[in-house]
């Protein structure tokens, strides 16, 4: 729980940059121990992972190339809330950014947990969510997007993590979260 004197004391907040995408926004501080300064902030949209199961119990993942840490990475299909101040629920970007990605759909749905995401230095926030009696059809990725698709089973998940193939925290705390729950 909270409480004041643990609460920052925010004097003033200025844009420096906003895209679709990202805005990173610097803010005139009074901290919890009277000191004050600046602090940076990167707010993001928010978004979602699915971890997908097959009826034999293997995880969907996909694979595509990031750019900011310039590799390639396999993870499970996740996305972003389609606009800052999106009406749009959790679930319905869930169900949006699986078909999207894969061309998965169901009717089996289970919400996991709310993550942060380096909490540190960004807002960011995603709910993750566990997909059951999936069926699969045709993907239909943006065109930014060149996506891989594979399923393995949760020995083989976590002996990429052991290999650093795959290294997304999400990807890694909803698996690990979602093999408790089946």
């Not at 003033?12 to 300064?37: C, F, T």
């Not at 840490?69 to 800052?84: H, L, M, N, T, V």
């Not at 089973?153 to 979260?177: C, G, H, P, R, Y």
């Amino acid at each position: 729980m909270k409480s004041k004197k643990e609460k920052w004391l925010v004097k003033s907040s200025k844009y420096v940059y906003k895209d679709p995408w990202i805005r990173l926004r610097i803010d005139n501080v009074v901290r919890a121990n009277g000191e004050r300064g600046n602090y940076s902030v990167a707010e993001l949209k928010g978004g979602i992972g699915v971890v997908s199961l097959t009826k034999d119990n293997k995880i969907v993942i996909v694979g595509q190339y990031r750019y900011a840490p310039d590799r390639y990475s396999w993870e499970i299909p996740k996305g972003a809330f389609s606009r800052f101040g999106s009406t749009e629920t959790p679930l319905d970007t869930a169900k949006r950014e699986l078909e999207e990605e894969t061309g998965i759909t169901t009717h089996k749905w289970q919400e996991i947990t709310t993550v942060h995401t380096l909490l540190g230095s960004t807002n960011d926030k995603v709910f993750l969510f566990l997909a059951t009696d999936i069926k699969v059809g045709k993907p239909h990725p943006e065109n930014t997007e060149s996506i891989s698709i594979r399923q393995v089973s949760f020995d083989t998940f976590f002996e990429m993590v052991n290999k650093q193939e795959i290294t997304d925290a999400t990807s890694i705390a909803a698996v690990a979260l979602a093999e408790k729950l089946v």
